[in-house]
């Protein structure tokens, strides 16, 4: 049977995270693994209202099947929504719903890279779109990453040696580490990619959740021909409901139609109809509001306790807002070996290495704050700091 399976799959593993998480089911288990929103803060009563509201005014309407672009409300909602926060003016045939950002990572493997072709990533990057790229075999070009974006003198000689098609970035708080790219280092990343058949993919799943600091530029107004933005509801609103969207030029849109009617047809049209009805009649700056002073104290509980718990020589980031911070172990020191030894004192991280295309091991490791009050932080870097200074 395992000759019967395509290479694409076959040379794919499995989400490293998603088999951390079934470890950590364990309730003992104080868990900084996934990046989980924190579920006393989904608008429970607020969706149940807009799902009431659409069944009494649209029927079986909301049943039906629905056009592969989106529920036009709501992409409406998001036109409007990147002209008020961003001063950018996104037409709605410009956008696409998905299902969930992750789709949109999908459509574009499936629709621009043939085996082999070019694709620059960051490094250490976003687990997810390493696993979605990955099935279209393209031959990935890792650029690092550090506070204030990316290594342009890396960028610079990926760009004069090879031709990238596309180039993958996070640009707010950064999965896995919890950089943003300055203004600056966005001008020079456009300079360099400005003229050339690549396309950045600006993906911002945390971009709303900014505790500190001030919105910085896009690639979509630097580059606009050249840029495709991703961004999804499952940080702000509920990741359950798995719509998110793409934001693409005419051409590039009409072949991720193309794509996406093979895929799927469609996103949940009944899911994008509750959700439009819960933007329409609540305010979600407020909703954010409240996220981002609970995440807020939550990173800021994590930084004092590592201050407190963790040997001299280990670093973390200090992020402006999302849902994580990147820990640098000591030289030498294994982040795989200290995942082992953590669990057998009840707690959970994410080690660097899979965030790597191309490394066995690594001395850094992930942590989620957004999932855990400040006790529970506070313990859990507790026990990580003991086991750190056991290992070493």
């Known amino acids: 049977m395992e000759n019967a399976f395509a290479d694409r799959i076959t040379d794919v593993p499995r989400s490293f995270i998603r088999e951390i998480l079934k470890v950590t089911i364990d309730a003992s288990i104080i868990s900084f693994a996934g990046g989980l929103p924190n579920r006393l803060y989904f608008p429970v009563q607020g969706l149940q209202q807009a799902a009431h509201d659409v069944f009494a005014e649209a029927g079986a309407d909301a049943l039906q099947y629905a ?20 001063g950018l003016d996104i037409p709605i045939e410009d ?17 621009f890279l043939n085996e082999g072709d070019d694709l620059v990533i960051e490094e250490p990057g976003y687990l997810g779109a390493i696993q979605a790229f990955a099935l279209y ?16 003198g890396a960028l610079t000689r990926v760009m004069e040696e090879r031709r990238p098609k596309l180039l993958y970035t996070v640009t707010n708080f950064q999965n896995p580490c919890g950089i943003s790219y300055s203004d600056d280092n966005r001008r020079a990343v456009a300079e360099l990619v400005r003229g050339t058949g690549c396309l950045i993919i600006q993906d911002d799943p945390y971009g709303d959740l900014r505790f500190t600091g001030s919105r910085r530029l896009s690639f979509k107004r630097l580059l606009p021909a050249q840029t495709v933005l991703l961004g999804s509801f499952s940080k702000t609103v509920a990741p359950s409901l798995r719509i998110g969207w793409l934001v693409a030029p005419p051409p590039i849109m009409d ?7 093979a895929a799927d047809l469609h996103t949940n049209a009944l899911a994008q109809r509750i959700l439009h009805r819960f933007l329409t009649d609540n305010d979600l700056d407020a909703h954010i ?7 807020g104290r939550q990173k800021e509980a994590m930084i004092a306790a590592i201050r407190d718990h963790f040997p001299a020589g280990v670093q973390c980031t200090d992020p402006e ?15 795989m070996a200290l995942f082992d030894a953590a669990i057998r004192k009840k707690v959970a991280f994410v080690p660097g290495t899979p965030f790597y295309v191309d490394r066995k091991d690594s001395n850094t490791l992930r942590l989620n704050f957004s999932c855990s009050d400040e006790p529970t932080i506070v313990e859990g870097i507790r026990r990580l700091g003991t086991s750190i200074k056991e290992l070493s």
């Open 255 to 261: 072949k991720l139609v193309i794509a996406k009617q």
């Open 289 to 295: 509001a409240t996220i981002i002073r609970a995440y």
């Open 137 to 152: 075999r393209p031959r990935f070009h890792p650029v690092p990453v550090a506070e204030g974006g990316m290594d342009i």
């Open 321 to 335: 807002g999302g849902m994580f911070l990147w820990v640098t172990l000591p030289e030498g020191m294994s982040s």
């Open 67 to 86: 056009n592969t672009e989106g529920f036009p409300g709501l992409r409406q909602w998001i036109a409007d929504r990147y002209r008020q926060k961003e």
């Open 95 to 111: 956008i696409l719903i998905t299902t969930g950002s992750q789709q949109g990572l999908d459509l574009l493997g499936k629709t």
